[in-house]
């Protein structure tokens, strides 16, 4: 008990703006999170609540840091699956889910969706999960997503903003920051066409920043040409990093193409949103009379072989493997042609508009292989490659390089 009580009394002999500096730094979201695999994260404030356990002042002092620096959101929906959802294709954290969510009371905004005039599977009970107010922009950007990936789903729905004073007692006059009031609110400008969005609370939220969040929600998204005009753009960019050897900078603007057509690249993970949204005929140029769907593809397969260009160039094989073999190996399942008994030309899909694109994906994915010693695999697809590019005297060296010697 001696030694505890010392480090105690130490750390209370500090003014109390430098104990605060330590409770904020022990005690703050970002050191808190534990980083998973793909970009997954959570939290995790075992550590932290250590120091709750000390004394009854570091207990209040403490608490009342954590609570300016941890702000809840409470999330109530009709679909169960949506947990899920948010969780995994959304990479948002989420801190208490189910029967303990239903009971949470420390959360300073209330989320309400409710699907009216529709039957959706799984709709009935409502379904609660709690997240912070730090994760609130993944999980609306997940909601924009989804909508643009079921056009019209919006229209069904209602949403109710609540917002909440948590801790100050029920006598007292409620108050959640103007820059808190912004945080929660804001972010819901990604959710466009609801059929009803109502912002209220205790407080009721200042109404500037109401009408800032009905502004952005009136705010219509890129067009399907626009998006695709973008990242034709930012893939030129990359290109031209490329070219000067900035590699790892050509990897972060190629990230932003894919997300200029909503396809968010996470870790080894790429969430392919919104098919329905550019499945359609385009009217604006440069791709009047196109198909949104198969520019998008094009743009894809370019944004692929660039990928793989990129790590070739770095001497990553496991990543240049991984990158191509998923692009394969989707090509594949598409055409049937998993068949192992397959001639090169009859896997060679000639007749693709980004023919070029893929057999480069090919012949950069057998590099890979080449260097990390699987000869077999390697020779497989420089035969496939040599078919996409059968006037590449590179193609051709690297497959006399790892032919059957016979005798």
């Known amino acids: 008990m001696g030694p505890h009580n010392n480090e105690t009394s130490g750390l209370l002999s500090l003014p109390p703006e430098i104990r605060d500096q330590i409770y904020s730094i022990i005690l703050h979201p970002n050191n808190n999170r534990i980083t998973l695999s793909s970009e997954y994260s959570d939290y995790d404030?075992?550590?932290?609540?250590?120091?709750?356990r000390l004394n009854r002042q570091i207990y209040h002092e403490a608490r009342d840091v954590f609570r300016k620096l941890n702000v809840f959101v409470r999330v109530e929906t009709p679909w169960s699956e949506a947990v899920h959802h948010v969780n995994i294709a959304g990479h948002v954290p989420i801190l208490v889910r189910g029967a303990r969510?239903?009971?949470?009371?420390?959360?300073?905004l209330h989320v309400l969706i409710e699907a009216q005039e529709v039957a959706a599977p799984g709709q009935g009970n409502m379904h609660s999960f709690v997240m912070l107010a730090d994760d609130l922009p993944l999980f609306t950007k997940s909601w924009f997503y989804w909508d643009l990936s079921y056009p019209g789903m919006n229209q069904w729905l209602s949403m109710t903003l609540s917002l909440r004073d948590p801790y100050t007692p029920s006598w007292d006059e409620r108050h959640v920051r103007r820059e808190v009031q912004r945080r929660l609110l804001l972010p819901f400008g990604d959710v466009k066409s609801l059929r009803r969005c109502n912002v209220a609370g205790d407080p009721k939220p200042q109404p500037k920043i109401a009408a800032e969040l009905r502004e952005l929600q009136a705010q219509r998204p890129p067009s399907p040409e626009k998006c695709l005009a973008e990242c034709m753009r930012l893939k030129s960019e990359g290109n031209e990093l490329l070219q000067k050897g900035e590699i790892h900078a050509a990897l972060e603007i190629y990230r932003r193409a894919w997300l200029a057509i909503h396809i968010v690249i996470k870790g080894r993970q790429r969430h392919v949103h919104a098919e329905d949204f550019f499945g359609k005929e385009l009217v604006e140029e440069p791709f009047a009379g196109k198909n949104g769907k198969l520019e998008r593809m094009n743009l894809r397969i370019q944004l692929v072989a660039n990928t793989c260009l990129a790590y070739l160039k770095l001497r990553d094989w496991e990543e240049l493997k991984f990158w191509g073999m998923r692009t394969i190996c989707l090509m594949r399942q598409a055409t049937g042609a998993n068949d192992n008994h397959l001639t090169p030309e009859e896997e060679a899909l000639l007749t693709f508009p980004s023919?070029?694109?893929v057999g480069k994906i090919y012949y950069r994915t057998a590099v890979?292989?080449?260097e990390l010693g699987d000869r077999d695999q390697a020779r497989r697809l420089l035969r496939v490659a040599q078919v996409y590019l059968p006037s590449d005297a590179t193609v051709k060296k690297d497959l006399a390089s790892v032919a059957i010697k016979i005798g």
């Open 101 to 108: 969510a239903d009971r949470f009371t420390d959360h300073s």
């Open 368 to 370: 890979a292989y080449k």
């Open 355 to 357: 023919a070029v694109q």
């Open 45 to 52: 404030y075992r550590a932290a609540f250590v120091l709750f």
